[in-house]
């Protein structure tokens, strides 16, 4: 359905939870107002972005959004891809990536992908998030230790080979506060959930650089004031070199945003019992990157932490969402001052815990105990999002889990070859049972067990080699084939032209009501095989082979007879 959640919620609405959820969206945004401004300048943008992100699309996100309690906005998924588009295209080719990205998503929520995606196989998931982690961990070192060096590289390696070579301008003044930034935030837990670990983190350092005069990097020293307001919308200039160019980028961010936004629903519903409505979720997630970008900010989705924060302080409905965007906007217009004395080290510390939590690395270890397929799918994904790039490691992570499923499903699949059987559904008691239901001379049974699929089909034409003489009837069982596809049907078709050059009769026994039967009559299959022999049980089967062999032993003999009354006159 896609029906944005805000129109049910506000049926029945209180003035009790308008509390609530008024309190929740306060919390939400004050925690907010850090992890916007660090995910933005790790990025590769300036501060102020993160913070028209937040507002922009968490506002849209929760108006639009089919999730009760959603919080959308900047999350620490985008650092690695945003990075790399900046890199390569400048904040421009960001931008319209980022609108072509908010464009896949309106047509893949009105497309219903949403329940596909929330299918995505969990070792790829966790092999390019475990791989974003490491990423943003090493993007941050060069703050956290408070390196003088120029512009951090963005390979990997080359990356920590810049950090070794300047690992002798270390300044202990940064590394102090990073190394208190993130204890604060592991401690504050335990003392107060009152004020969020990250902000009483962000206030004492920032407090303790501006008295004391410490020596380290701060966002107004590097990036100057914070705007206090919105800026006007802008659409960037399009050009089709430049968007052929970022189509692929743009896939890898709408991905990305729908990954991270159904997953996001999907946590919050098991805490509040929910039901949330993934294609409204992925339509939501298009104009809130849209507009997002014509603000000048960067990609948005649904937070995990923001929107357990969110539940834990009493959010039920949207409109928790929606006052947390408006709680960051007000920051921003009379607070934004004060916030370019926040020390970098500060925003690297608290990044350094977002990439922790990010890691999910027991489930990574937990994956490695598993099937040799799931562990090549999180290796390779981790692998290649690390020391190549994001968008190949989804690409690439999401054909091998294809092909592995296939191969999967090729081991599960079969072709039998029987000369007795049992009735369909019957128990069977003893042997006698068996022997009782025997096959006729002249009659080859195979069953195919399985998806019928390209992948699996060639199964059966190997099977098919084994007659070395053709049967006067090929009974074919699908009792146990869920689904069939066009290379599936092609493959029955040239077994019927094979029977048919064979003078073998062909009869489909067990042919499953739904997507089977309906892929055979659209094909013409039945009416070229003959509705008579495509048969609901395998006994039914077995008494027409019975039929046709009596039937045809019957017209031989009189065709024989009529040879030797016309040799005899």
Avoid: C
Avoid at 62 to 90: D, E, H, M, N, W
Avoid at 286 to 301: D, E, H, Q, R, V
């Amino acid at each position: 359905m896609l029906k944005p959640k805000l129109l049910d919620t506000l049926k029945g609405y209180t003035s009790k939870q308008f509390r609530k959820d008024a309190m929740a969206g306060i919390i939400v945004g004050i925690v907010a107002l850090p992890l916007a401004i660090a995910f933005a300048i790790a990025s590769g943008v300036t501060p102020e972005k993160g913070l028209y992100t937040a507002v922009i699309a968490g506002f849209i996100i929760s108006v639009l959004g089919g999730s009760r309690v959603q919080i959308g906005g900047p999350t620490g998924a985008f650092i690695v891809i945003v990075f790399g588009i900046v890199q390569q295209y400048g904040v421009n080719g960001l931008i319209i990536a980022t609108l072509i990205a908010g464009v896949m998503l309106i047509v893949m929520g009105f497309a219903k992908l949403g329940s596909v995606i929330k299918f995505i196989p969990h070792p790829l998931i966790v092999g390019f998030t475990s791989g974003i982690a490491l990423l943003i961990f090493s993007s941050q070192i060069k703050d956290f230790l408070g390196l003088q060096m120029g512009t951090v590289p963005a390979d990997f390696i080359e990356k920590w080979e810049s950090y070794g070579k300047h690992l002798f301008s270390i300044n202990i003044y940064a590394v102090i506060i990073a190394v208190a930034t993130v204890i604060i935030i592991l401690l504050s837990p335990k003392i107060t959930r009152i004020i969020p670990g990250s902000l009483f983190a962000i206030m004492l350092s920032t407090v303790a650089v501006y008295l004391f005069h410490l020596p380290v990097e701060t966002i107004g020293s590097k990036f100057g004031n914070i705007p206090s307001s919105l800026p006007t919308p802008v659409l960037p200039h399009l050009d089709f070199a430049t968007i052929k160019a970022l189509v692929q980028p743009a896939f890898t961010i709408a991905l990305l945003a729908g990954i991270e936004s159904l997953l996001s629903a999907v946590v919050a519903d098991g805490i509040i019992g929910g039901n949330h409505r993934s294609n409204m979720e992925l339509v939501a997630q298009g104009p809130a990157n849209i507009s997002s970008a014509l603000f000048g900010g960067i990609p948005a989705t649904g937070a995990i932490a923001r929107t357990v924060t969110n539940i834990k302080n009493g959010g039920r409905t949207p409109v928790a969402g929606i006052i947390h965007a408006i709680t960051l906007l007000l920051i921003m217009l009379f607070v934004g001052k004060w916030v370019a004395l926040i020390p970098l080290a500060s925003l690297a510390g608290i990044l350094v815990v977002v990439a922790y939590n990010m890691s999910e690395w027991e489930s990574f270890v937990a994956i490695l105990k598993s099937p040799k397929s799931d562990v090549a799918v999180l290796l390779v994904s981790f692998l290649l999002t690390v020391f190549i790039d994001l968008t190949v490691a989804i690409e690439v992570g999401m054909v091998l889990a294809a092909f592995l499923f296939m191969r999967k499903m090729v081991q599960f699949s079969g072709v039998n070859i029987f000369t007795k059987e049992m009735e369909d559904g019957d128990i069977v008691k003893s042997k006698e049972d068996i022997e009782n239901f025997s096959v006729p001379k002249n009659v080859e049974v195979f069953e195919i067990k399985g998806p019928m699929f390209f992948a699996a089909a060639y199964k059966f034409k190997e099977a098919m080699r084994v007659l070395e003489t053709p049967p006067r009837v090929l009974i074919i069982r699908m009792r146990q084939v869920p689904m069939i596809d066009a290379t599936g049907i092609k493959t029955l078709k040239d077994v019927l032209m094979q029977t048919k050059q064979t003078k073998t009769k062909l009869i489909l026994s067990g042919v499953a009501e739904g997507q089977v039967l309906s892929e055979l009559q659209k094909s013409r299959l039945v009416f070229a095989i003959g509705k008579a022999n495509v048969l609901p049980t395998f006994t039914l089967a077995l008494e027409r082979a019975k039929q046709y062999i009596l039937q045809s032993d019957i017209e031989a003999q009189e065709k024989k007879e009529e040879k030797n009354q016309s040799n005899q006159v």
